[in-house]
C-alpha cells in the first residue's frame, strides 16, 4: 500500500460505469482515483483502427441511445468535452426477403404509418415511452425502485415488459414486419424470445428510438470516453491506465473501492477477504451467451436491397420473428444457429471520420453459445448478403474476435458476455446478488459499480451513479 497517497475513492476499471463512479464522487468533492489496466481509458467505449491504416473501428459499443437517454450521462457536458452526436435520419432498418425493410424512424407518428395495420398498436405500445422516458427513466435505469417512483407510469410499462417479446409481438402484430422489427430489438436482451421481460428489452431501445434516436459519436465511441475522463479529470479526479489491479495488494490507501469489474473477477482479486456466505451468493453469478465480433473495411458502401436500409445507422439482420427467436433459442441452449441474428452498424455512412474517402466501414457482430470458439464470419457474410448481395467483393479486411478473444480483450466479457451477467427476470434487478443495496458488499470499504449492478449492460454509465451515492451514502459521509 502507498501511505503516501491517500485518496477517498479508488476506482478499478475505466469503463462507462467506472467513470461515472468516479465523476459522482469528484462532483461532490471526493478525492478520488481511477486503476485502468489497459493503456487507454474507455471500457467498452474504445475506438481503434484494427484493420487498415486510416478506418477507425468501434471496438464493442457503437449505437448509443442510453449514451443520450440515461440521466447520468443526461448531466454531463459531453459536447463541451467534444462529444458530436451524429442522427442517421433511420434509427434502425430491419430487411426482409423480398427486397422489403421495416425502418424505424425517430418520428413515432411517421414509423407507425410504414408499419401500415399494425401502425396503431406500435403507436399504442411506444408512445407512454416516447412521452414519458424523462419519469420512466428515473425508475428503470437503476436499482428496483421501492417504492417507485412514478407507480402508474412503471405499473403500465411494466405489464407488457414483463411479458416475452414473442408473446407480446404476436398478441399486438398481425403483420411480419412489425413482429420482426420488434423481435430483433428484444434481441438484445440475449434471452430466448420465450423468457419473461425479453419484450421490456424491445419496449426499451424501440421507446428510446423515438426519444433521443440510436445516435453515433463523431470519431467513434472513444470520444465518450475522452470527455469522460477529460471532464472526471477537471474535476480534480486522476486517472492511472496501465494499471492493473491483481490482488487487494495492488491498491492504493482508501476509504472505498468501488470495482468496475464482474463478481468473478472481484471473487479473483479479493481472494478470501469477503465474509464467506457472499463468496458464495457471488459465485452464484451466472454469466450469458457470448458474441462473435466483425469489423470490416469496405471498398465501398453496403449494396443494400431493399430502399431506405442505406439511411439506417444500424440494421439488424435476422429475418422474421420464428426466425430470430429460434437463434436466440439455439444459442442459449449452447447451439450454433446456422442463420444467427446479426447486428450491424454503418456508421461511415454519416461520419466520414471512420474511413478514407469513398470507403466505409462495418461493426457486427453476433450472438453465441457462451466461451464459443466457433469462426461465426461465414453464417455472418450469408446474413449480409441475402439482404445486400455482392457485400463480399466489398471487403478489404476484416477482423474477427470470436468469443474467448472477446474477454482477452476485455475481462470484463466473461465468456464473451457483453452485458456483465444474464439479464433475465431474475437477475435484471438483483444483480449480482439479492441485496438491499446490490451495489455494497459486507465489507463496507468495497463495492460493485459495473454492469454486473443494476440496471446492467449499454453504456449509460448508470450503474456507477448509483454505486457511488451508496459509497458516500453507507461510507464516506
Ligand atoms: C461488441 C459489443 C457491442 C456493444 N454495443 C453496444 C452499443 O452499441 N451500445 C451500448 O450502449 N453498449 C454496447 N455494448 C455494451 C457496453 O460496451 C458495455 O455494457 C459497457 O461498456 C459496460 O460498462 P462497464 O463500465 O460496466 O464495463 P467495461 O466497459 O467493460 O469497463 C471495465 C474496465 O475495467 C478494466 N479492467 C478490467 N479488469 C481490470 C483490472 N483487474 N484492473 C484494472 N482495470 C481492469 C477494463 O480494461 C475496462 O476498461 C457493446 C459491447 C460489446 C462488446
Redesign the pocket.
Known amino acids: 500500500m502507498d501511505s503516501s497517497s491517500a485518496y477517498d475513492a479508488v476506482v478499478?476499471?475505466?469503463?462507462?460505469?467506472?467513470?461515472?463512479a468516479a465523476i459522482t464522487l469528484a462532483r461532490k468533492g471526493y478525492g478520488v482515483l481511477v486503476?485502468?489496466?489497459?493503456d487507454t481509458?474507455?471500457?467498452?467505449?474504445r475506438s481503434m483502427q484494427v484493420t487498415l491504416p486510416g478506418f477507425c473501428h468501434?471496438?464493442?459499443?457503437?449505437?448509443?441511445?442510453?449514451?443520450l437517454g440515461s440521466p447520468f450521462m443526461r448531466s454531463i457536458p459531453l459536447e463541451k468535452y467534444g462529444v458530436e452526436w451524429i442522427q442517421p435520419p433511420v434509427a434502425l432498418a430491419h430487411p426482409l426477403d423480398g427486397g422489403r425493410a421495416v425502418l424505424i424512424e425517430k418520428s413515432l407518428e411517421s414509423t407507425a404509418t410504414r408499419l401500415g395495420g399494425d401502425g396503431p398498436a406500435y403507436r399504442r405500445l411506444m408512445f407512454p415511452i416516447a412521452k414519458h422516458w424523462g419519469e420512466l427513466s428515473e425508475d428503470l435505469l437503476g436499482p428496483l425502485p421501492i417504492p417507485p417512483r412514478h407507480p402508474l407510469l412503471l405499473t403500465g410499462f411494466g405489464l407488457k415488459a414483463i411479458r416475452s417479446a414473442n408473446g407480446l409481438a404476436r398478441s399486438l402484430f398481425q403483420g411480419e414486419e412489425a413482429r420482426a422489427v420488434f423481435a430483433g430489438m428484444s434481441g438484445h436482451s440475449m434471452l430466448p424470445l420465450e423468457k419473461p421481460i425479453t419484450a421490456g428489452f424491445g419496449m426499451l431501445l424501440g421507446g428510446l428510438a423515438h426519444v433521443v434516436g440510436w445516435p453515433l459519436p463523431r470519431y467513434g465511441?472513444q470520444s465518450i470516453a475522452d470527455a469522460l475522463a477529460a471532464y472526471l479529470n477537471d474535476l480534480g479526479g486522476e486517472i492511472r491506465t496501465s494499471?492493473?489491479?491483481?490482488s487487494l495488494k495492488d491498491l492504493p490507501q482508501a476509504r472505498v473501492v468501488l470495482f468496475?469489474?464482474t463478481p468473478r473477477?472481484l471473487l479473483e482479486?479479493t481472494g478470501e477477504h469477503l465474509p464467506r456466505r457472499y463468496r458464495h451468493q457471488l459465485g452464484g453469478y451466472r454469466y450469458g451467451p457470448g458474441?462473435f465480433?466483425i469489423d470490416y473495411a469496405l471498398d465501398g458502401p453496403i449494396p443494400w436491397q431493399a430502399p431506405g436500409v442505406d439511411q439506417a445507422g444500424t440494421v439488424h439482420l435476422g429475418g422474421t420473428l420464428d426466425e430470430i427467436a429460434s437463434a436466440e433459442r439455439a444459442v442459449w441452449q449452447g447451439e450454433i444457429p446456422e442463420r444467427p441474428l446479426v447486428?450491424l452498424?454503418q456508421q461511415s455512412l454519416f461520419d466520414s471520420s471512420r474511413a478514407p474517402a469513398g470507403k466505409h466501414t462495418a461493426?457486427v457482430?453476433c450472438h453465441v453459445p457462451h466461451a464459443s470458439t466457433v469462426d461465426m464470419t461465414t453464417r455472418i457474410e450469408a446474413q449480409i448478403e441475402r439482404f445486400a448481395p455482392g457485400f463480399g467483393d466489398l471487403v478489404l479486411s476484416r477482423r474477427t474476435h470470436n468469443a474467448q478473444e472477446?474477454q482477452a480483450y476485455?475481462?470484463?466479457?466473461v465468456g464473451g458476455d457483453?452485458?456483465?451477467g444474464v439479464q433475465d427476470l431474475r437477475q435484471f434487478f438483483t444483480r449480482p446478488v439479492a441485496r438491499w443495496v446490490p451495489y455494497s458488499t459486507p465489507d463496507k470499504s468495497i463495492y460493485l459499480?459495473?454492469?454486473?449492478t443494476p440496471p446492467?449492460?449499454?453504456?449509460?454509465g448508470m450503474?456507477?451513479f448509483y454505486a457511488a451515492r451508496a459509497a458516500i451514502r453507507q461510507s464516506l459521509q
Not at 494499471?243 to 491483481?246: A, H, I
Not at 476485455?410 to 466479457?413: C, E, Q, T
Not at 446492467?456 to 449509460?460: K, Q
Request: charged fraction near 10%; aromatic fraction near 4%.
Open positions: 478499478v476499471g475505466a469503463g462507462p460505469n467506472g467513470l461515472a486503476l485502468e489496466a489497459k481509458v474507455g471500457g467498452g467505449m468501434d471496438m464493442c459499443s457503437a449505437i448509443h441511445p442510453l449514451g465511441s494499471s492493473p489491479v491483481k468496475d469489474l473477477q482479486i458474441v465480433k447486428l452498424a461493426w457482430y472477446m476485455n475481462p470484463n466479457y457483453i452485458n456483465g459499480c459495473s454492469s454486473s446492467g449492460g449499454g453504456v449509460h450503474c456507477g
